[in-house]
């Protein structure tokens, strides 16, 4: 059976490469480098449309010939990308109407690159056609590991073409103009629609936008740019290709796609991943990304792109140290992903991200960080047994869940909210930080989907909700479930409506309070709480309803009323936090709330010693990965060898060193070495 990027046998080992930026010298150069670093993976095309159709209709392929064929000889496969991110400066003269505009209602000319309006009929029929050339020429060839469709789906646009799609999308959606009036409020600000042709997308307007129609046009651009990678997608199958297709989600700082439904669309879930710390916190991101992705793909997943050698912080790049980007890698491949890819192979040295990190550095391979790209192209190849997931159930097993949504999000974001500082990825971050500092694996749920498995779910800042969500949580509890909610969530229906009554309205029953008012605080201004716990930000007037009392506010104007309540239910409880905890509190309360659940860490006490464990299953053995991100040497014993090192049993583990066990058995014990 041929293997696929799901189960290709080994771990996908590269990234971008774009020689139409060099001399036929250097492509020479690159497929040695690829070989002593033990590349096996490349992903083309990315930004070559200007290249491969030098004018419209006129295709130019020998060159990409040319590149495949190198890389054959040196055994390298190949992602093909579609270069549909970023159409020539021919294709915007002749289409201009093609162009992106902003809310505030410029045009986006060409200049850089994303320079496509998504419905503009022009660049559909353009990113079909390029998509239909490059699969009916390449679409069989046998180093074809897959199709990377587009690059980061995520250019908005608020010009006329957007406006006519997203008139249709709300015809199919409302079907009559007085059921679009009633769920986005319009009778607020005489925004009463008489006709369809009235409507425009969320454009600049004198003050607040509807937040009904906000988060509309999130779900409208969502859909729209799903169909056209669907498109694309549709023409490589036509094409006769079988092979595998992704595009790569960028995360986190993106949220204009709903994850879950693209996910499906997909043969396999691929994200760009750049930390946005340099400080250890960027180890919890990578944990994130990853439990993210993990939980997106239903398994095993592909990081398409990561930094080797630094980050972009603020005004400046800061520098990721060697062994730092092999923990990393090892890190993603931890937490089910099948590759470790970058951007890009080679440092560029013109055009507009010259100063990126790359697998080759401007100065070349004789390099300490050439040298550690080929380290981490030989610890791949020893662990390339881990590649072969599980025959039957979950690659990272864990008992506890975090509810994710896009529409949680879009609907966060909407403005004039209680307190606008309130951010949706920060405040799941911050749960996921807190079982990622205790050692625990978690993944992410779907809302609506089977949550049996997990002992503990919690749901951070879900702002909007619809009755069937507040259904399944209900039901969740009922059947023996903890579920934890925090504030800022359920406080508004699927149209950003708030149900009356009091707060959080569209929970109020099933965690069994009542909040009269919510009281946003200035930062700074923190809280105590009964427990000796801390919040601020956000609090509320709550009264318990059905609920018992875990702690009570013990500070500022709502002293001696209730802060985080439990109600008992079926077999299960259902757990209110009415207040924004600091992060060590939340990751005291919830990692409280675990062992009460029973839940255990991975490796007990790892986390004190600053070593990240993480069990991956592998279709005849688990694999227990430690990340050692402190500063003290350990040691760890069981019963396992060491995939990297050989050792067995004990194990040795200096400062930024890496393990990949396979276990012989789950018991392991760590200690001071
Ligand atoms: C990614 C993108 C790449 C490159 C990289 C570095 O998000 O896909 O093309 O721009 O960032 O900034």
Same mark, same amino acid.
């Given at each position: 059976m041929p293997h696929t990027p799901h189960a290709p046998g080994m771990f996908l080992f590269g990234g971008d490469y774009n020689p139409e930026q060099w001399s036929r010298e250097i492509w020479a150069e690159d497929v040695a480098l690829m070989r002593q670093a033990h590349v096996n993976t490349a992903t083309i095309g990315v930004f070559s449309w200007a290249m491969l159709e030098p004018s419209e209709g006129e295709y130019d392929s020998q060159w990409l010939d040319d590149v495949i064929s190198n890389l054959d000889a040196a055994g390298v496969g190949f992602f093909l990308a +579609?270069? +549909?991110?970023s159409p020539p400066p021919w294709f915007t003269t002749a289409h201009p109407d093609a162009l992106p505009i902003r809310a505030d209602g410029t045009p986006v000319l060409?200049? @850089? *690159? #994303?320079? =496509?309006?998504? @419905?503009a009929p022009a660049y559909r029929d353009a990113a079909r056609g390029i998509a239909r050339f490059l699969a009916e020429r =390449?679409?069989?060839?046998? !180093?074809? *590991?897959g199709w990377h469709i587009h690059n980061e789906y995520g250019t908005i646009d608020y010009g006329p073409h957007a406006a006519r799609a997203f008139r249709d999308w709300l015809r199919r959606k409302y079907v009559t103009l007085e059921s679009l009036n009633t769920a986005w409020s319009t009778a607020f600000w005489s925004q009463r629609y008489g006709t369809w042709d009235d409507i425009l997308p969320p454009v600049q307007t004198q003050y607040l936008h509807n937040p009904a129609q906000l988060v509309d046009f999130k779900r409208f651009s969502s859909d729209e740019l799903l169909a056209a990678f669907t498109e694309q997608k549709d023409e490589i199958r036509a094409a006769g290709s079988t092979a595998p297709i992704t595009t790569n989600f960028m995360l986190p700082t993106w949220n204009h796609l709903d994850q879950w439904a693209w996910s499906d669309a997909q043969d396999i879930v691929s994200i760009d991943h750049y930390l946005d710390t340099a400080g250890p916190d960027g180890e919890a991101h990578v944990a994130y990304g990853s439990d993210l992705t993990r939980s997106w793909a239903g398994g095993p997943w592909l990081l398409m792109e990561q930094n080797a050698t630094g980050m972009r912080v603020g005004d400046r790049l800061a520098t990721k140290e060697p062994d730092r980007m092999v923990r990393n890698s090892l890190g993603y491949i931890a937490r089910g992903s099948q590759s470790s890819l970058f951007f890009q192979w080679r440092a560029s040295? !013109?055009?507009? $991200?010259?100063?990126h990190g790359a697998? %080759?550095?401007? /100065?070349? /391979? #004789? +390099?300490r960080a050439f040298r550690a790209v080929v380290e981490l192209g030989e610890m791949l190849e020893k662990i390339s $047994? %881990? /590649? $072969?997931?599980? +025959? @039957? !159930? %979950?690659?990272v097993e864990s008992e506890i869940g975090i509810v994710w949504d896009a529409e949680g999000w879009w609907s966060l974001e909407t403005p004039h909210l209680p307190n606008d500082a309130i951010g949706y990825s920060d405040e799941v971050r911050a749960a996921h930080r807190a079982f990622w500092r205790g050692g625990y694996a978690v993944d992410f749920v779907r809302p609506g989907t089977d949550a049996s498995r997990y002992r503990l779910l919690v749901v951070p800042a879900l702002y909007a909700i619809t009755a069937e969500t507040g259904r399944w949580l209900e039901e969740y509890v009922r059947s023996g479930g903890c579920l934890v909610v925090t504030f800022a969530t359920g406080l508004a229906d699927e149209h950003q409506r708030v149900v009356a009554g009091g707060y959080p309205g569209m929970l109020r029953s099933l965690l069994g309070v009542r909040a009269e008012q919510i009281f946003p605080r200035p930062d700074g201004d923190i809280v105590y709480l009964s427990n000796g716990l801390a919040g601020g930000s956000w609090t509320e007037m709550l009264h318990a309803d059905g609920a018992d009392i875990l702690a009570r506010y013990d500070s500022g104007n709502l002293s001696g009323l209730p802060a985080i309540t439990r109600r008992s239910l079926g077999t299960g409880s259902a757990i209110y936090l009415s207040t924004k905890l600091e992060q060590a509190s939340l990751d005291t309360f919830l990692a409280g709330l675990a062992a009460e659940a029973g839940i255990l860490p991975v490796l007990e006490g790892a986390s004190a010693f600053g070593v990240e464990a993480v069990r991956r299953r592998g279709a005849t053995a688990d694999y227990l990965f430690l990340l050692h991100h402190g500063d003290h040497p350990v040691r760890v014993d069981g019963a396992g060898a060491d995939l990297l090192s050989g050792a067995r049993d004990r194990i040795l583990l200096a400062p930024g060193q890496v393990a990949v066990i396979r276990e012989e058995s789950r018991a392991w014990s760590i200690v001071d070495a």
């Open positions: +579609t270069p +549909t991110a060409h200049g @850089s *690159r #994303d320079t =496509y309006a998504v @419905s =390449y679409g069989t060839h046998p !180093g074809l *590991r040295a !013109g055009g507009a $991200e010259l100063w697998l %080759v550095p401007h /100065a070349g /391979a #004789d +390099t $047994e %881990v /590649a $072969e997931p599980p +025959t @039957s !159930g %979950v690659l």
